[in-house]
């Protein structure tokens, strides 16, 4: 149970390890508008931090374009199916 | 000698002896025979290729080359994972079909001409719809039912189009696809559909979170990464497959929000990890092309490992739904930190394999100034971490805690979980190992400074967005249509109508017949009755119809 006490304790330190991750976050983004680029294929390759900005929108698109789609038109009840004629397990 | 053992022959003689074999000789024969297949696979050497002629057809049915071999180790070694996997089950069907889907995606892997192609297909398929109906429930049967019709259809297509490219080019052997009508579209479609390219790609999340916990880890690996190696081998410059490779990578992403099973979520990260090859075939330059076989080979490992951990959550809790879990961590922390490995390899963090296979083709999409394309792949990865990295580890394994209380999973699922994240590690760190392997020698270094800067700021700023957006990411109890609404409801909804409306009419035919028989039936009774058949004969009439029947003997029997 070693692994799992470890875990816990891992948990239990999450206020402290989210600043360090931000923390990290910044220098990244620091680093990279410092840096001269490796690239210079897109326009974007230039812009500093553009990799960051673009992590944190898409995560945001992708999840208001899904549940805008889900709420619209895909989501159903769990027995969607089962109403439509489609034998359950129970 | 040993240069003639077709690995595939190997394994399905190798795997009847499984339908008898108990206990613990069956679990020893079981590991050991894919590890034999393996050995085998290994002493081929590239440029091997053995022939025969069968009915004037000129038939390659072994052909080794660095295309096959780095697929063909990839399914040797998910083999003998998969199999450690499930040496707990003690049932003999699963263990066979697994077996004979292995030998035959062995079979399509090695086939250098499209009749020995189209004959592993087959066996793939009737092999690994076992691996779902023998989950033994309603939901199982019916996915596999659907499963079966779709790739049968798909089976159908290949076999037109086999014999449209026969007719066409006189040849069978299975190169490059480069004729023009039927042949090539046939096959292409046969080929998108065992790949799940949308819109035929809605058997593999309807089917595969039915399958047996175990039997989805050989399904995972199989079916859409020969269609890969197919595409690789057909299709390879095929601009329209760039596209629906994009779409795909970002059509599983959609659905790996919505979906509430967390192995359905996994079954939609196939489609989308599927969709970089399908694009990077598309793209057809020697970078893609190796970026293709590349992130199958890593692919197969860790979504095998995601699954692992997924269906070890399902076997100690009975639970799949994100809603219906939480907190496992506690109980279950070697699988949670097994599956975070898989987890940081599909989503392409450093050190992990994903990474070094991923990153290729993207790679290739920016060398060749493809921007849409690369921004596209570059969102879909992003989704990807955060939905097998973030939203399934954080709803399963930590977040609110479920009140389930489970062991940890057996010790095979963690050996077998354990090779594969080892496996996920070592590709990671020792990159030049698995590149040695690819069909093209390219010079593509994963780890510079420049790749290493965007890929973190991009994993870390999409979790950032994560947890902004927590409490919308829960699983909701719910599903998701998807195309195969269309055969599930409208589709049922024709077949029975039309069942129903042959029924009437048929009844309607059999009550009018009925009616007219018995009609019948009473007037020859009422005739009988009356008498009147039985009435004298005035003798008159009896001497005239005498005469009758003698002229007519005379006429026809008696004459000169």
């Known amino acids: 149970m070693s692994l799992g006490r470890l875990l816990e304790w891992l948990v239990e330190q999450k206020r402290w390890m989210t600043w360090v991750t931000l923390v990290v976050m910044a220098l990244l983004v620091l680093l990279d508008v410092l840096k001269t680029p490796d690239y210079e294929r897109f326009a974007w390759d230039s812009i500093g931090g553009f990799a960051a900005f673009y992590g944190l929108f898409s995560c945001i698109l992708i999840v208001v374009i899904s549940k805008a789609i889900g709420y619209l038109i895909l989501y159903r009840k769990p027995d969607y199916y089962t109403r439509h004629g489609e034998r359950s397990d129970d | 000698m040993i240069e003639w053992l077709h690995p595939a022959l190997v394994l399905l003689i190798g795997a009847l002896p499984l339908a008898w074999f108990k206990g613990r000789i069956r679990r020893i024969w079981q590991v050991t025979l894919p590890l034999i297949v393996l050995a085998l696979i290994a002493t081929l050497d590239s440029g091997l290729q053995i022939n025969a002629t069968i009915m004037s057809f000129d038939l390659s049915p072994l052909r080794v080359d660095a295309t096959s071999l780095v ?58 719809v076992w691996l779902i109906w023998r989950r033994c429930n309603a939901v199982a049967y019916q996915a596999g039912m659907r499963y079966l019709i779709v790739h049968g259809l798909g089976g159908m297509l290949l076999f037109a189009g086999v014999i449209a490219y026969y007719l066409a080019t006189g040849s069978v052997a299975f190169n490059q696809i480069d004729v023009e009508g039927a042949a090539f579209w046939l096959i292409l479609v046969a080929f998108l ?82 969709g970089y090859m399908v694009a990077g075939v598309g793209m057809g330059t020697a970078l893609a092309l190796s970026g293709v076989a590349a992130h199958a080979f890593t692919h197969i490992l860790y979504k095998a490992l995601l699954l692992m951990g997924a269906g070890a959550v399902l076997h100690m809790t009975g639970k799949s739904k994100l809603s219906e879990l939480g907190g496992l961590y506690r109980y279950m922390p070697i699988t949670f930190v097994l599956y975070m490995i898989g987890a940081l390899s599909i989503s392409a963090f450093p050190l992990f394999s994903g990474f070094v296979s991923k990153t290729m083709i993207v790679e290739a999409a920016a060398v060749d100034y493809r921007a849409g394309v690369f921004l596209l792949l570059t969102l879909a990865s992003c989704g990807t971490f955060l939905h097998t990295g973030l939203k399934l580890p954080y709803f399963t394994f930590l977040g609110k805690d479920s009140g389930h209380r489970p062991q940890e999973s057996p010790l095979n699922m963690r050996i077998a979980m354990g090779i594969a994240a080892l496996l996920c590690f070592l590709i990671g760190i020792f990159p030049n190992a698995l590149y040695a392997l690819l069909p093209y020698s390219v010079d593509y270094h994963a780890y510079t400074a420049g790749h290493l800067l965007k890929e973190m700021q991009l994993l870390l700023f999409t979790g950032l967005g994560f947890f902004l957006l927590l409490k919308h990411l829960d699983g909701e109890n719910k599903i998701s249509l998807d195309v195969d609404w269309f055969y599930r409801v409208p589709g049922r909804h024709a077949v029975v109508g039309l069942r129903d409306w042959i029924t009437t009419l048929d009844q309607a035919f059999r009550t009018t017949f009925m009616t007219a028989l018995e009609r019948a039936q009473a007037a020859a009774t009422e005739f009988r009755l009356s008498g009147w058949p039985m009435r004298s004969w005035p003798t008159g009439a009896m001497a005239m119809w005498t005469a009758v029947v003698l002229a007519l003997l005379l006429v026809f029997g008696l004459g000169p």
């Open chain 2, 71 to 128: 697929f063909a180790y990839v399914i040797g070694i998910v083999l003998v994972i998969a199999n450690v996997y499930s040496l707990h089950v003690d049932d003999p069907a699963q263990h066979v079909s697994a077996m004979f889907y292995g030998a035959a995606a062995l079979g399509v892997v090695f086939a250098g001409d499209l009749i020995t192609l189209y004959v592993f297909w087959e066996i793939m398929l009737i092999a690994s």
């Open chain 2, 193 to 274: 559909i065992n790949a799940a390219v949308p819109p035929f790609h809605a058997w593999l999340p309807d089917a595969y979170p039915e399958a047996t916990v175990t039997g989805t880890i050989f399904l995972s690996a199989l079916t859409t990464k020969t269609a890969v190696y197919t595409l690789l081998r057909g299709y390879p410059g095929t601009d329209l497959l760039i596209w629906l490779g994009v779409v795909m990578a970002l059509y599983g992403v959609v659905y790996a929000v919505l979906v509430n099973d967390i192995r359905r979520l996994l079954a939609y990260h196939i489609i989308s990890q599927v």
